[in-house]
């Protein structure tokens, strides 16, 4: 299995600001995966990371909103931009490991 | 894409008893997994089934791909097992996984 550390755990953030989200993974890896959870609900996934190209955005995402960088096969970050209460959420990052999904513990944003 | 749906949504159980969570999807699948996430919300996979039946422990899965439905079998419930389970698949054998809305499981003393 992957082991993933996701930073921060949480931020209360202020409309109007972005926050950045960190991901470390102890093993090289080709795909990493952001999601997004809404408070509630299920998992929604943003975007897949290839190390070396732009990022895959999924239908509702787009980059000038959450821009995303893999500067190499361990570590990725996702920016939530200009940050409304309703991208208050739970962001994970993922990566495939033994045919297996593994998550990182997650970023519990609140936007005031 | 593909529809994932998953019962009952909520399920609430005495402690020792067995339950049976369903999974049902729109369109054939090469990718289906099950996770639990924990009322701290840390996500576990607990199995890696697109067909066929596996088992850990009280743990066991069956996917029956031709039908288009998995179901996750938990015996002998603990408290520990309390929390939302989740099915999600993807039908390119890819690792972009759609998710169902998931089924919660209150398991009491």
């Known amino acids: 299995s992957a082991v993933i550390s996701q930073k921060p755990s949480r931020d209360i953030c202020q409309r109007g600001t972005s926050l950045t989200i960190q991901c470390q993974v102890d093993?090289?890896?080709?795909?990493m995966f952001w999601y997004r959870q809404q408070p509630g609900q299920s998992l929604t996934l943003i975007a897949t990371a290839n190390q070396g190209s732009e990022a895959t955005y999924e239908s509702g995402f787009v980059i000038d909103k959450f821009p995303i960088s893999r500067p190499n096969l361990t570590f990725s970050t996702l920016t939530v931009s200009n940050m409304s209460p309703e991208d208050s959420s739970i962001y994970l990052c993922?990566?495939?490991?033994?045919?297996?999904?593994?998550f990182g513990s997650g970023t519990q944003l609140s936007v005031l | 894409g593909i529809q994932v749906e998953q019962s009952p949504p909520d399920l609430i159980l005495q402690e020792g008893a067995n339950s049976t969570l369903r999974c049902n999807f729109s369109d054939s699948v090469n990718n289906l997994q099950w996770f639990h996430q924990n009322p701290w919300g840390q996500l576990i996979n607990l199995f890696y089934i697109p067909s066929g039946t596996k088992q850990n422990g009280r743990l066991s899965a069956t996917t029956v791909a031709t039908e288009r439905y998995s179901l996750l079998y938990i015996s002998s419930s603990q408290t520990t097992d309390s929390g939302v389970y989740f099915c999600a698949v993807d039908g390119a054998g890819s690792y972009q996984l759609t998710f169902g809305k998931g089924t919660k499981l209150s398991v009491i003393p």
């Open positions: 093993s090289q890896v080709t795909m």
């Open positions: 993922s990566v495939e490991s033994n045919e297996k999904l593994f």
